[in-house]
């Protein structure tokens, strides 16, 4: 049953002029998040995404996550459509294994007790169908419940976070694990008796924290909670990629509850190993910008032969566990080093429409406009004010008065500037919704102006009616605007919240200039070191760059440059380097214009 709208939300309901000839994305990837029903009884509602499971099947890709009722389809990976299987636990889905053989897709959700794994040779039509009813629980696993009781050494539940991976001889394997006292497991499964267990689980490898920093838990690895409470590290999140012999068993760690949250890998010959640590750790990891943190994910290859890495950036606004899903672009180089690209990773890129090794390559240079511009609103609702629309923090938010037609939300972006994207991320403030709904959707147009006064709609939601919490808009063609505006018609939340709005293109001037003076020290405990550089006048933000090689600066850190020491010099600790390993750093500057050229390279002493 369709629930009937308001006069204002019909006439937003037309087609979308921007979505058609689309060739860019960003994140958050723009699909329609669900809001979490496991919080009914707290009455905490939010709309969630994590441990996103991408394969191509059949020419399509399929995204399975974390509290979903269902899954994703897409064929270009930037138009993403919700299908709702004949068949779905009964218990929430969490951190589901998918794999496929060319013939069917296989689905095994997490589970501390017996379960069946689905399949399906038609993923695009929902149906499932069982591979088993009852899969016979691991050898030595404990029961839900019994966690308390487990002995160092046993094996624990599950499997929990479970990855399936076939192997060119067609040989089946799992991986699993979701621990902060266990190391991930592997078994080998038999194909000719529905996926059963053979032989007992191998234990592989744990987190090692006080070798590895980024393995550190909490905020910028401060190894506790916000209260300075110390708590050791999770592993989870276990992917296998096997790329020209190699077998890279990808995890995340270590916890997905604050902006480090990354993925690292083992390397091996075998699928079960044994399994060498990867000097370069971590391979994915982004812990500055929009989006923070890029763990607990997969890995896998387009159609035109790139690969990608995808995640689970943190919200955290509402509940520890409020999360999204990024996609970053990945290569392996030929002597083996997975490097993922987090660079401008929440500014958009290009979809790539062929093989290209070059990763920096797809970022399309549209700078963000919006960074701590004035904003004004029709309405406000207590101190959630429109200035925190363009402060990039997810957890900061503007709400309006109510939640009708009309409201509107205008950014001044000081000057007119040429805008070719604006991203809208809604916020969940009091919500009330539990579960999935015909009213849940969104509705709005934004529209843009040289003076304020006379309006042009440059961007529209579409006649699907579907929720975008995380609304990306590639405009159809550049437009030259001072003021962007946002004209609401309706979410399906109690309330109208939204964190940010984001404004891509470029403004007119010189690039900034590369920074200068550009030191890097280790410190006592070479888990960490410091970046120092000299401020460079008018910059908006800084990515600080580091890696084991010159030539491969594969890590980044994005700051902005009012969140960085006062002064003439501009410093960033690092702390996510493993011992042992050398490493080198430069920065680079960007504001409206562009980017700068890189600083010279020099050496983490």
Same mark, same amino acid.
């Given at each position: 049953?369709?629930?009937?709208?308001?006069?204002?939300?019909?006439?937003?309901?037309?087609?979308?002029?921007?979505?058609?000839?689309?060739?860019?994305?960003?994140?958050?990837?723009?699909?329609?998040?669900?809001?979490?029903?496991?919080?009914?009884?707290?009455?905490?509602?939010?709309?969630?995404?994590?441990?996103?499971?991408?394969?191509?099947?059949?020419?399509?890709?399929?995204?399975?996550?974390?509290?979903?009722?269902?899954?994703?389809?897409?064929?270009?990976?930037?138009?993403?459509?919700?299908?709702?299987?004949?068949?779905?636990?009964?218990?929430?889905?969490?951190?589901?294994?998918?794999?496929?053989?060319?013939?069917?897709?296989?689905?095994?959700?997490?589970?501390?007790?017996?379960?069946?794994?689905?399949?399906?040779?038609?993923?695009?039509?929902?149906?499932?169908?069982?591979?088993?009813?009852?899969?016979?629980?691991?050898?030595?696993?404990?029961?839900?419940?019994?966690?308390?009781?487990?002995?160092?050494?046993?094996?624990?539940?599950?499997?929990?976070?479970?990855?399936?991976?076939?192997?060119?001889?067609?040989?089946?394997?799992?991986?699993?694990?979701?621990?902060?006292?266990?190391?991930?497991?592997?078994?080998?499964?038999?194909?000719?008796?529905?996926?059963?267990?053979?032989?007992?689980?191998?234990?592989?490898?744990?987190?090692?924290?006080?070798?590895?920093?980024?393995?550190?838990?909490?905020?910028?690895?401060?190894?506790?909670?916000?209260?300075?409470?110390?708590?050791?590290?999770?592993?989870?999140?276990?992917?296998?990629?096997?790329?020209?012999?190699?077998?890279?068993?990808?995890?995340?760690?270590?916890?997905?509850?604050?902006?480090?949250?990354?993925?690292?890998?083992?390397?091996?010959?075998?699928?079960?190993?044994?399994?060498?640590?990867?000097?370069?750790?971590?391979?994915?990891?982004?812990?500055?910008?929009?989006?923070?943190?890029?763990?607990?994910?997969?890995?896998?290859?387009?159609?035109?032969?790139?690969?990608?890495?995808?995640?689970?950036?943190?919200?955290?606004?509402?509940?520890?566990?409020?999360?999204?899903?990024?996609?970053?672009?990945?290569?392996?180089?030929?002597?083996?080093?997975?490097?993922?690209?987090?660079?401008?990773?929440?500014?958009?890129?290009?979809?790539?429409?062929?093989?290209?090794?070059?990763?920096?390559?797809?970022?399309?240079?549209?700078?963000?406009?919006?960074?701590?511009?004035?904003?004004?609103?029709?309405?406000?609702?207590?101190?959630?004010?429109?200035?925190?629309?363009?402060?990039?923090?997810?957890?900061?938010?503007?709400?309006?008065?109510?939640?009708?037609?009309?409201?509107?939300?205008?950014?001044?972006?000081?000057?007119?500037? @040429? #805008? /070719?994207?604006?991203? !809208?991320?809604? *916020?969940?403030?009091?919500?009330? =919704?539990? $579960?999935?709904? %015909? &009213?849940?959707?969104?509705?709005?147009?934004?529209?843009?102006?040289?003076?304020?006064?006379?309006?042009?709609?440059?961007?529209?939601?579409?006649?699907?009616?579907?929720?975008?919490?995380?609304?990306?808009?590639?405009?159809?063609?550049?437009?030259?605007?001072?003021?962007?505006?946002?004209?609401?018609?309706?979410?399906?939340?109690?309330?109208?919240?939204?964190?940010?709005?984001?404004?891509?293109?470029?403004?007119?001037?010189?690039?900034?200039?590369?920074?200068?003076?550009?030191?890097?020290?280790?410190?006592?405990?070479?888990?960490?070191? @410091? #970046? /120092?550089?000299?401020? !460079?006048?008018? *910059?908006?933000?800084?990515?600080? =760059?580091? $890696?084991?090689? %010159? &030539?491969?600066?594969?890590?980044?850190?994005?700051?902005?440059?009012?969140?960085?020491?006062?002064?003439?010099?501009?410093?960033?600790?690092?702390?996510?380097?493993?011992?042992?390993?050398?490493?080198?750093?430069?920065?680079?500057?960007?504001?409206?214009?562009?980017?700068?050229?890189?600083?010279?390279?020099?050496?983490?002493?």
């Amino acid at each position: 049953m369709r629930i009937a709208l308001p006069l204002a939300a019909l006439l937003l309901a037309t087609a979308s002029p921007t979505l058609a000839g689309q060739r860019t994305y960003t994140n958050p990837v723009d699909i329609d998040y669900r809001y979490n029903f496991e919080q009914d009884v707290e009455r905490i509602s939010y709309r969630t995404g994590a441990d996103p499971a991408i394969v191509r099947f059949k020419g399509a890709y399929y995204l399975f996550m974390t509290l979903a009722d269902g899954y994703w389809r897409s064929t270009d990976l930037i138009h993403w459509d919700f299908i709702t299987p004949s068949k779905w636990p009964a218990q929430s889905v969490v951190a589901p294994a998918v794999w496929e053989d060319g013939e069917r897709l296989y689905m095994m959700p997490s589970t501390t007790q017996r379960g069946p794994i689905y399949v399906t040779d038609d993923p695009a039509s929902g149906k499932l169908d069982y591979l088993n009813r009852m899969t016979p629980p691991l050898p030595g696993a404990v029961r839900s419940g019994f966690e308390d009781s487990i002995k160092p050494g046993e094996v624990p539940p599950g499997p929990w976070d479970p990855a399936l991976f076939r192997d060119d001889d067609g040989r089946w394997y799992m991986y699993w694990n979701s621990s902060n006292v266990f190391p991930l497991y592997a078994i080998e499964l038999d194909p000719k008796d529905r996926l059963t267990y053979i032989g007992k689980p191998r234990p592989l490898f744990g987190l090692e924290p006080e070798r590895h920093g980024w393995e550190r838990f909490g905020q910028d690895h401060s190894g506790g909670l916000p209260d300075g409470t110390p708590i050791k590290p999770f592993m989870e999140g276990a992917w296998m990629t096997k790329v020209n012999g190699r077998y890279y068993l990808q995890y995340g760690a270590p916890g997905t509850e604050y902006n480090v949250y990354s993925n690292g890998t083992y390397v091996a010959d075998h699928p079960m190993g044994p399994f060498r640590y990867a000097p370069y750790n971590p391979v994915a990891y982004k812990p500055g910008g929009f989006v923070e943190g890029a763990g607990h994910g997969s890995t896998f290859k387009d159609a035109y032969g790139n690969w990608w890495n995808t995640g689970t950036p943190w919200i955290g606004y509402n509940w520890t566990f409020e999360r999204r899903i990024a996609m970053f672009p990945t290569r392996f180089t030929s002597d083996g080093q997975m490097i993922v690209s987090t660079r401008f990773g929440d500014f958009p890129h290009w979809m790539p429409t062929k093989k290209t090794d070059d990763l920096d390559s797809l970022f399309t240079g549209w700078m963000l406009l919006s960074y701590r511009k004035p904003a004004t609103a029709s309405s406000t609702m207590g101190d959630h004010a429109a200035s925190t629309v363009t402060d990039e923090n997810p957890r900061t938010f503007w709400v309006a008065g109510a939640n009708r037609p009309g409201e509107t939300l205008t950014l001044d972006l000081g000057s007119t500037k @040429t #805008v /070719r994207a604006v991203q !809208v991320n809604f *916020a969940d403030y009091r919500s009330g =919704r539990f $579960g999935d709904a %015909p &009213d849940i959707y969104t509705a709005f147009t934004v529209e843009a102006s040289r003076d304020g006064k006379v309006w042009s709609k440059v961007a529209e939601t579409g006649a699907d009616r579907r929720d975008r919490p995380n609304a990306y808009f590639e405009l159809e063609k550049p437009v030259e605007a001072r003021f962007i505006r946002y004209v609401h018609g309706h979410v399906g939340a109690a309330n109208l919240a939204i964190s940010d709005i984001r404004v891509f293109g470029n403004a007119a001037g010189k690039l900034p200039a590369a920074p200068a003076s550009v030191s890097a020290v280790r410190a006592k405990d070479t888990r960490d070191a @410091t #970046v /120092r550089w000299a401020r !460079v006048a008018g *910059a908006v933000g800084y990515n600080v =760059r580091w $890696g084991i090689r %010159p &030539d491969r600066l594969t890590l980044t850190y994005q700051v902005f440059a009012d969140r960085v020491a006062n002064g003439a010099q501009a410093a960033l600790d690092l702390r996510a380097l493993n011992v042992g390993v050398p490493y080198y750093a430069a920065v680079e500057a960007f504001d409206e214009t562009g980017v700068s050229k890189l600083s010279r390279t020099v050496a983490v002493r």
